[in-house]
């Protein structure tokens, strides 16, 4: 695996004085996603947890849904890529999926099936998730190096159980995505706690996904919150400051 960051020299001015110091910077580079021996994206990424972000990406491309769909999954850290073989090599949904050249926070092509609302009853303390947010925020070594990572967490109501950072929130989520499938996790009881702006491409992400809360730090697009409605996801928005604001099903949330 290579290293998630990078040391460049910098000129830093301050109280009037000009140093030259050695700066951590977060990787970003190009990673070519292949299904069944064709390419179907690119993704600019910092190059860590592959297995992860290819699977996850897919999952929320409606190609493969469950672990049992996926065959093999092959990561060459130096060619920057990653091979993912489904059983058969049959893909879900023939000629659905185009090749994507994807920046951090690009949309790719929707699969198009219709999914369920999420009925999940379980429920959040107001105080909790703010108690969420400062964890996630406090163990994000990557941000604190650079300043140049959003952070995603998937927690149960008991706490946070994993987070991935990257320079996209998109992959963040897939990363989780790809985490969950490839470990057989249930989320139907699980809870989202991310840094980054919640838009529409985030929201459905999550609905693929089946979690039924969402914790972020910022805040929503309209076009999310009507997403997050119709999905019966819950979301807890901008998370700061001991506050915060329920943007849609605020009947999981006590308080």
Request: proline letters at 3%; one cysteine or more.
């Amino acid at each position: 695996m290579k290293a998630p960051t990078e040391k460049i020299d910098v000129r830093f001015y301050s109280g009037g004085k000009v140093s030259r110091i050695s700066e951590s910077v977060i990787r970003e580079e190009p990673v070519e996603i292949f299904l069944n021996n064709r390419k179907v994206a690119t993704i600019a990424c910092t190059g860590i947890h592959l297995e992860e972000l290819a699977a996850g990406f897919l999952r929320s491309a409606g190609v493969i849904r469950i672990r049992e769909d996926i065959e093999k999954i092959t990561t060459s850290v130096e060619k920057s890529r990653v091979d993912v073989l489904t059983k058969n090599g049959v893909i879900s949904k023939p000629g659905s999926l185009e090749i994507f050249v994807m920046s951090s926070g690009a949309r790719e092509r929707e699969s198009g099936k219709p999914k369920d609302s999420i009925t999940s009853d379980i429920s959040i303390p107001a105080k909790k998730a703010v108690e969420f947010m400062e964890v996630l925020l406090s163990s994000s070594k990557l941000h604190r190096m650079t300043h140049g990572t959003h952070c995603s967490g998937l927690a149960d109501t008991e706490g946070i159980i994993v987070s991935r950072d990257d320079i996209g929130r998109h992959n963040t989520i897939d990363m989780l995505g790809g985490y969950t499938l490839l470990n057989g996790i249930d989320c139907s009881d699980k809870i989202i706690v991310k840094t980054g702006r919640v838009s529409s491409e985030i929201a459905e992400k999550i609905w693929t996904m089946g979690i039924p809360i969402v914790i972020s730090h910022s805040v929503p697009t309209s076009e999310a919150v009507n997403i997050l409605k119709n999905a019966g996801i819950t979301l807890i928005g901008h998370v700061r400051n001991g506050s915060s604001k329920i943007y849609s099903n605020e009947r999981r949330v006590t308080f």
